[in-house]
């Protein structure tokens, strides 16, 4: 293990930050144009399936190719892709011939830089540190990226009133860049490689899922994991329309809302970051889906006038759903060899982004239909009974006691 670990975090972190920071600030303001151009929760449902329809589709092969390839040459070329997309994006607008769906197909682009990105950085944390870090790291990963959160809405919501969007996008271009820039500067070793160069990438993939199949506790946190992500990924995406058109708020609400959720997230990942806890993960990720799936039926019972309430619950759901992140990611990468962790992270997020997407175009109709509220009121209910279950559920709750024992 390099004992140098905590200056190559550092570096990495510097350049992750500027990154998420500019993300958040360019997503947050293409989600307010497309608010106020078109006041449809539908059309956001579809910008969100843009955004996650290649990741699903290319992400097991993007794991099994993370595995056998330089993880932090992947990062670095994922970075730049993105930088070029969001560019040319800017241009179109620059040129006065941009349109809706050049938007959603630079969301796709997009998406198809994460698939490889975001499993190769998570695939790489436990060859960079102490095991009995990892959940910890992933704890101080959530502060940088609420803290990004935090300032990316209201820089977001503020740009786009001020300054045409073509823009605001540069500034994503100049975050991937500088995350680029810094992994220049480290060195992220890779697992050992497999001896047979000749393999079947299929069958890594079908061995990718096995490791995960195998152990019946594992895959029954898999599973119910992926259940709570098909109603939370949806919920999100209404966030800033709740804000807008059920509270009747502006644009600096819907931005202060966003910012609210992320520092209920930084308070979630300060906690976790803080210490090494001497805890069953997977009764943590339950108590946090009971406590998200609280926060989004008590949104479904607000009356209009109860924005203040509103910005409360954000900040709840903020602080369980970083929780849940930090915990089920350092639970994975604990229970999971370093060799495999690329297909499994990739797996995952294909597994859990097709049934979402799924439930975004329901909850686009729902929310067109039936109302906003009804939707909170719905998925929290749902939540709430998924994090009942998994408690009595016995070989996912036994999955993290050797942790304990230790």
């Known amino acids: 293990m390099n004992s140098n670990w905590k200056r190559t975090f550092a570096i990495i972190w510097s350049g992750q930050f500027f990154s998420i920071l500019t993300s958040s600030l360019v997503n947050f303001a293409i989600i307010i144009w497309l608010s106020i151009q078109t006041g449809s929760a539908e059309i956001l449902a579809w910008a ?26 992947i990062m670095m070329l994922a970075d730049t892709f993105i930088a070029i997309c969001t560019f040319a994006l800017a241009t179109l607008f620059w ?125 029954l946190v898999f599973l119910y994991s992926t259940i709570v992500v098909f109603f939370i990924v949806p919920i999100s995406v209404l966030f800033p329309l709740m804000a807008l058109e059920y509270f009747n708020g502006t644009e600096f609400q819907a931005g202060i809302i966003e910012a609210i959720w992320s520092v209920g997230a930084l308070v979630g990942g300060a906690i976790m970051g803080v210490k090494v806890y001497k805890i069953n993960r997977v009764g943590l990720i339950n108590w946090m889906h009971l406590l998200l799936g609280a926060s989004f039926l008590l949104t479904g019972l607000l009356a ?89 559920t016995k070989p996912a709750m036994k999955l993290d006691k050797v942790q304990i024992k230790k």
Do not use: C
């Open 48 to 73: 969100a399936i843009a955004a996650m329809l290649p990741q699903s589709i290319i992400g097991p092969f993007t794991g099994a190719l993370i595995d056998r390839w330089n993880r932090k040459l």
């Open 95 to 219: 040129l006065n011939i941009a349109e809706l769906w050049h938007i959603f197909v630079l969301l796709g682009l997009r998406s198809v830089g994460s698939a490889f990105h975001m499993p190769a950085m998570q695939a790489s944390v436990p060859l960079l540190a102490p095991s009995d870090q990892l959940t910890r790291i992933a704890g101080i990963n959530q502060i940088i990226a609420s803290v990004s959160q935090i300032a990316g809405p209201a820089l977001g919501a503020m740009m786009i009133t001020i300054w045409d969007i073509e823009y605001v996008l540069i500034f994503d271009v100049a975050g991937a860049l500088l995350a680029v820039t810094s992994l220049f500067f480290v060195n992220i070793p890779n697992p050992k490689k497999i001896e047979d160069t000749e393999r079947d990438i299929i069958k890594e993939i079908k061995e990718g899922a096995m490791v995960v199949l195998r152990n019946k506790g594992l895959s």
């Open 304 to 392: 209009p006038n109860g924005f203040v309430w509103f910005a409360v619950l954000t900040a709840l759901s903020g602080v369980s759903g970083a929780i849940y992140s930090s915990a089920f990611t350092g639970l994975m990468q604990t229970k999971i060899e370093p060799q495999a962790l690329g297909r499994v992270f990739s797996m995952y997020y294909t597994i859990a982004l097709v049934p979402a997407m799924l439930g975004l175009i329901g909850i686009g109709y729902v929310a067109d239909t039936i109302g906003l509220s009804t939707s909170f009121l719905i998925s929290g209910i749902i939540i709430i009974l998924i994090g009942i279950i998994a408690f009595f």
